[in-house]
């Protein structure tokens, strides 16, 4: 079945270093891949998406490109902020209802 | 657009009671979604419907989990005979289903269960 696999974390960083988290999923067809964003308190966001091969999402300074020959859609960004500080989980969908992996925290400090 | 809202947010009750949680969705959206997350995990699907039919239940959804939409507006999710097991945060998310749309969906943000 669909399966989706997030590198495990806390990922903690200093403010303006590079961020990435991997995703890599198992999927028949052509899914379509998302990240998800849930910062302290709040409920899930839709950070970015990917709709075919080759495709790259991006929003507020992050980017993910939906990779078919290894199926990953790793999010990255180039230097992130304390307010970046959330929990982000990839996600995909080829038949309406959503796929989640475990989620990666990730906690920038000053 | 006011997005997608539940109520109660927080709910609180003993073993063996039932429980009912409400969710509207963006108006127009018609589709709706049930989710379960527990601690540390990711979000995992209950059940969905488009418009008032309800298109599929996850096998994760025992016989003490109902849910409806009546009219294909806003819908309800009622737990019967709580167990200790059923402490959650449940999601709704809504979307619109149409040609072309690539399955994004927005979440209310949700109703947390405590079964004491």
């Known amino acids: 079945g669909n399966s989706v696999t997030q590198m495990e974390g806390p990922v903690t960083l200093s403010e303006e270093a590079f961020l990435t988290i991997n995703c890599t999923y198992t999927?028949?067809?052509?899914?379509?891949l998302f990240w998800y964003v849930q910062y302290p308190g709040e409920g899930l966001q839709l950070l970015l998406k990917a709709t075919k091969a080759d495709d790259k999402g991006s929003n507020k300074g992050f980017e993910a490109t939906y990779r078919k020959e290894t199926t990953s859609f790793h999010l990255e960004k180039g230097s992130v902020q304390v307010s970046d500080s959330a929990v982000y989980f990839c996600?995909?969908?080829?038949?309406?209802?959503?796929?989640f992996g475990q989620g990666t925290t990730l906690q920038v400090k000053p | 657009d006011t997005g997608v809202s539940q109520n109660p947010r927080h709910k609180i009750t003993k073993r063996g009671q039932n429980v009912t949680f409400r969710c509207d969705p963006i108006?127009?959206?018609?589709?709706l979604y049930w989710y379960r997350q527990t601690l540390g995990q990711g979000p995992e699907f209950l059940t969905y419907?488009?418009?008032?039919?309800?298109?599929?239940k996850s096998r994760l959804l025992s016989d003490r989990f109902s849910a409806e939409r009546p009219k294909g507006s806003f819908s309800t999710l009622e737990i019967q005979r709580t167990e200790q097991g059923d402490s959650a945060m449940y999601l709704c998310?809504?979307?619109?289903?149409?040609?072309?749309?690539?399955?994004?969906?927005?979440f209310g943000p949700g109703t947390r269960l405590t079964v004491t």
């Open positions: 108006s127009e959206h018609n589709r």
């Open positions: 998310a809504s979307s619109v289903s149409k040609v072309g749309w690539s399955y994004e969906q927005y």
């Open positions: 999927a028949t067809g052509y899914p379509s």
């Open positions: 419907f488009q418009n008032e039919a309800q298109l599929e």
């Open positions: 996600a995909l969908s080829n038949t309406g209802k959503l796929i």
